[in-house]
């Protein structure tokens, strides 16, 4: 519904989602690491799933949802990772970046909604 960004947050959202299933696998199997790393590669796989099911939307409300619920689980990845950088869990600058990243891509999804919803009212 929005021509070339959409492709381009479909591209963005697809290789934070190998990221995540990359560095997922380096986080610890026991413990808190454990269910903190499930939860992480849920959420930020999420994100492009949703992303993807907006383009085949069949309307602008529903387009706007789905990227809703992508921008909601940016927000719940940046919350896990966050986590397990705080915790100690993990340190390496890798999860920084990738923190980083999930907030960008939460900016630009937080954009779109907006932007949607003003159309939705105009």
Same mark, same amino acid.
């Given at each position: 519904m929005g021509g070339d960004m959409d492709k381009d947050i479909r591209v963005r959202t697809f290789k934070f989602g190998?990221?995540?299933i990359n560095i997922y696998q380096? *986080?610890?199997r026991t413990g808190a690491g454990y269910i903190l790393g499930k939860q992480l590669l849920r959420a930020g796989t999420s994100?492009?799933?949703n992303v993807e099911e907006a383009t085949a939307a069949s309307s602008k409300a529903d387009f706007t949802n789905k990227m809703? *619920?992508?921008l909601k689980e940016a927000r719940?990845?940046?919350?896990w990772l966050r986590l397990l950088c705080e915790s100690k869990i993990v340190d390496d600058l890798q999860f920084h970046?990738?923190?980083d990243e999930s907030n960008q891509i939460g900016n630009i999804l937080g954009s779109i909604v907006?932007?949607?919803r003003v159309k939705r009212t105009a």
């Amino acid at each position: 519904m929005g021509g070339d960004m959409d492709k381009d947050i479909r591209v963005r959202t697809f290789k934070f989602g190998l990221r995540v299933i990359n560095i997922y696998q380096q *986080i610890p199997r026991t413990g808190a690491g454990y269910i903190l790393g499930k939860q992480l590669l849920r959420a930020g796989t999420s994100v492009g799933a949703n992303v993807e099911e907006a383009t085949a939307a069949s309307s602008k409300a529903d387009f706007t949802n789905k990227m809703n *619920i992508a921008l909601k689980e940016a927000r719940e990845t940046q919350y896990w990772l966050r986590l397990l950088c705080e915790s100690k869990i993990v340190d390496d600058l890798q999860f920084h970046e990738l923190l980083d990243e999930s907030n960008q891509i939460g900016n630009i999804l937080g954009s779109i909604v907006s932007k949607m919803r003003v159309k939705r009212t105009a």
